[in-house]
């Protein structure tokens, strides 16, 4: 089965840094392109971030390039975000989300982990 | 920083059939392909159609989509009180700034 597991999400200041981790299992994880995607309190889905299987190539959206950074760890299975330089717009829950084709169908999401940027 | 155009809202009675409309531009929909996700309330998004008309295993056949142009369509018919939920299309932009694109998303209620 499965499993996308995120944590690391919590209260920061503006100004902050967080890291968010997605552990993945049931699925050779180093085969797939990965995401972040995010949905601020009452609002839609957003796509934030994303890298490829082997980690060599990755995309952000225009409001969080310079500010955010994703990796991934394939003998780990693990996919991280980096998010520094956090803003009050930057609330929101973050999901970490499996690519089925390489071509930006989101077949497996986690639950979802919420970042506060508040102070 | 939705690209993708979405009713906010759409309802319908119990067995009866809604769509969904998506517009976007030829950087996105206009020359790629397009997927479907479903939010129930306080849950994670889940793929409902991608490749502009197929549906994962799972996915009953009373979920379609269709694409023409740079616009996109899902259907529902034999809507269930069930179907209550967000839906939003998705796709990739090859504009300067690539990368993944949603719209706006509608909720759909069973009247």
């Known amino acids: 089965e499965v499993q996308l597991v995120e944590s690391g999400g919590g209260l920061v200041q503006p100004g902050g840094s967080l890291r968010l981790s997605c552990a993945a299992s049931g699925f050779t994880f180093s085969n797939y392109w990965m995401h972040w995607v995010r949905q601020a309190p009452g609002k839609g889905l957003v796509w934030v971030s994303r890298i490829s299987s082997d980690g060599s190539s990755t995309s952000y959206v225009d409001s969080v390039k310079g500010r955010f950074t994703i990796s991934r760890d394939n003998a780990k299975n693990t996919l991280y975000l980096q998010m520094n330089s956090l803003r009050a717009e930057d609330t929101a829950v973050y999901y970490c989300?499996?690519?089925?084709?390489?071509?930006?169908?989101?077949?497996?999401w986690g639950q979802g982990t919420l970042v506060t940027v508040s102070s | 920083q939705s690209v993708l155009t979405q009713p906010p809202s759409v309802s319908a009675a119990p067995g009866q059939k809604v769509t969904i409309s998506c517009s976007g531009s030829s950087s996105n929909i206009g020359n790629n392909y397009v997927s479907w996700y479903q939010q129930l309330p306080g849950t994670a998004p889940k793929l409902l159609i991608y490749?502009?008309?197929k549906r994962p295993s799972g996915i009953p056949d009373r979920f379609s989509g269709s694409k023409s142009g740079t616009s996109a369509t899902l259907g529902i018919t034999g809507l269930q009180t069930g179907d209550e939920a967000d839906y939003y299309c998705?796709?990739?932009?090859?504009?300067?700034?690539?990368?993944?694109?949603f719209g706006t998303g509608t909720k759909v209620t069973v009247l």
């Open positions: 998705g796709t990739w932009d090859s504009s300067l700034t690539a990368g993944g694109v």
């Open positions: 490749d502009n008309n």
């Open positions: 989300v499996r690519d089925l084709w390489n071509y930006y169908y989101f077949d497996y």
